[in-house]
């Protein structure tokens, strides 16, 4: 009941940001709502299935070039058409990437996965004919359900349609998402992250839904850096970079893994803490790598497993 | 028959794990298998499983070669097993991990958008095991805080969710105190009933446990089968006695207890 009120009020304040909150706040909830997808992905990887990956910006290089080379090179301007074609080119690279990276656990995947990231950083630097090297390319706006929004200033297009049409993005992702975890799928999921020997002794095919789960977070890393794109209009291999990999995983841990939506508020909060930071205080990996060993040893569970601790000594205060 | 192992050899480099094993389980049988340590029962268990190919040999469950065929083949052919150190899903609650296994019986892992929730099949099936087991009550508590026995008996009782014909128990009562050693075996006898158990197969040091519930008992020595007899002549034979359960048991009288063998058809 309480989970249901939070989100009503978080769904009403997100749908009511463009009409209230200063421009500048309002183009800031982009990349939230972009990062928001990636992580819903890379925790169905990290916090159900139990594995780390640190090569996921692979993915999300993968669904920004999609759209940048598309809106650019072919003239398909179509978000609707530009999202399904990240999905495939997505899943097309995790598939054969993945499946050699799920039989392998621990540091060894997170290798792996590391590695394939900083192969296709490579490629995106050294192919230049194709993806402009080092600049990058530029990525076109998109048209929005059939329309280009011409009469649209770009400030204007981003805090209006396409602010709307990330957040409905945000809202399917997370809706598919939550069956994704509370399906027969998502349990099989969770066995394998709780006991990989005992999973397996009830039939749990370990790699192959690992491999499933590979295939989900990197569609929904693609999907997410189409969305990314956008708001900047230019796409390089900084994207796909280890550095990149390692800000997501940083995201998910803020928030919390153990929890549903603790990936969605780490994004949150890692955005607008980081322009915080930034303004004040240029060395902000400093900060945030305080922050981060700070909630490695005191608080494992994220922000939300810090909300998680307090709510019964609320209810007994009650 | 319904598993079968024939000469089987299992080598480790030089050493030798199993050394020319034959055995067969029949219907409704509850066979034991004892040795000192070393004397490759765990080597077997991991052979008849299937987790490990034998060197030499063959294992037929069903009338097919299971030799390294995996867990995983294994339950889809109808053989389940626990763990000597026992495997939980320790963040899982009760109910949760015998739907995992109900889940894998039916094959519906694969159904990514699925209500779990929603599913009455599995709810119904996986509450059904629970309450055989006497964990009903506890359906909804994380497996790590349960008490050692209760987790002993979770780690059986999702291998019976998958409803198996045969089931191998690697010491279902090891770690467990005395007291709770008999209330689990009753248990678990009167669960395999339930389900229609067509076989159990347990590897056990606790000779009472030993005695008191197999139909057959095989005695395996330096990966050899020293014995294969009923509980009685396993008794009335010294050497096996001396080498094998390590003392001289006394005399007693046949446990009354309910047995897979007695199960009609």
């Known amino acids: 009941m309480r989970t249901a009120t939070v989100l009503t009020l978080v769904s009403l304040t997100l749908l009511a940001i463009p009409l209230v909150a200063p421009t500048y706040y309002v183009t800031l909830m982009l990349p939230f709502m972009a990062y928001g997808v990636i992580l819903l992905g890379l925790n169905l990887l990290f916090g159900y299935t139990g594995l780390v990956s640190f090569g996921h910006a692979l993915f999300i290089g993968i669904g920004a070039y999609t759209g940048a080379v598309l809106t650019t090179r072919f003239g398909v301007r179509q978000m609707e058409l530009i999202l399904p074609a990240a999905m495939l080119a997505a899943a097309v690279v995790a598939a054969p990437v993945g499946a050699l990276c799920v039989r392998y656990v621990k540091i060894y995947f997170g290798m792996l996965t590391l590695a394939f990231g900083m192969v296709f950083y490579t490629f995106l630097l050294k192919f230049y004919k194709l993806t402009g090297g080092d600049e990058g390319m530029r990525m076109l706006r998109p048209w929005l359900l059939g329309s280009e929004w011409a009469g649209f200033s770009k400030t204007a297009y981003l805090i209006g349609p396409y602010y709307y049409f990330s957040l409905a993005v945000l809202v399917l992702a997370t809706l598919l998402m939550w069956r994704i975890v509370r399906s027969p799928f998502g349990l099989c999921l969770k066995t394998i992250r709780e006991n990989q020997l005992k999973a397996e002794s009830l039939g749990v095919s370990v790699p192959l839904y690992r491999w499933y789960a590979f295939m989900i977070s990197a569609v929904y890393a693609a999907v997410g850096g189409a969305l990314l794109a956008t708001p900047t209009g230019n796409v390089d291999p900084t994207l796909a970079y280890w550095t990149h990999s390692g800000n997501i995983v940083f995201m998910v841990l803020l928030g919390g893994f153990s929890s549903f939506f603790g990936p969605l508020l780490g994004a949150f909060v890692f955005i607008f803490l980081q322009d915080t930071v930034m303004s004040v205080f240029p060395y902000w990996r400093l900060i945030f790598g305080a922050v981060l060993a700070f909630i490695v040893i005191f608080a494992p569970g994220g922000l939300m497993g810090l909300f998680a601790r307090r709510r019964p000594v609320e209810v007994s205060r009650g | ?265």
């Open chain 2, 1 to 265: 028959m319904i598993l079968e192992a024939r000469g089987v050899r299992k080598l480790y480099g030089p050493y030798v794990a199993l050394d020319g094993v034959s055995l067969s389980i029949r219907e409704g049988e509850f066979v034991s298998i004892i040795g000192p340590n070393g004397a490759g029962k765990s080597t077997l268990i991991n052979v008849l499983t299937g987790m490990l190919a034998p060197s030499a040999g063959s294992v037929r469950f069903k009338d097919k070669d299971i030799g390294g065929i995996g867990m995983v083949a294994l339950t889809r052919l109808g053989m389940a097993r626990s763990f000597q150190l026992v495997q939980i899903f320790p963040e899982l609650t009760v109910l949760e991990s015998l739907q995992a296994a109900v889940v894998s019986r039916l094959g519906g892992g694969a159904r990514i958008f699925a209500s779990l929730a929603g599913d009455r099949r599995i709810q119904e099936d996986a509450l059904e095991v629970a309450t055989l087991f006497n964990l009903a009550d506890k359906a909804h508590v994380p497996a790590r805080v349960l008490p050692q026995g209760d987790k002993k008996l979770l780690d059986v009782a999702s291998a019976f969710a998958l409803r198996p014909e045969i089931i191998l128990l690697d010491e279902p009562t090891s770690g467990v105190s005395t007291a709770d050693k008999h209330a689990i075996m009753e248990i678990l006898v009167g669960a395999a009933k339930r389900i229609g158990l067509r076989a159990i197969i347990q590897v056990e040091h606790d000779m009472d446990i030993v005695f008191g519930y197999s139909d057959r008992i095989i005695a395996l020595h330096q990966g050899k089968v020293l014995a294969d007899a009923a509980p009685a002549q396993i008794e009335a034979d010294a050497q096996v006695m001396d080498m094998v359960v390590g003392r001289r048991r006394a005399p007693q009288p046949p446990d009354p207890s309910p047995r897979v063998g007695e199960r009609a058809g």
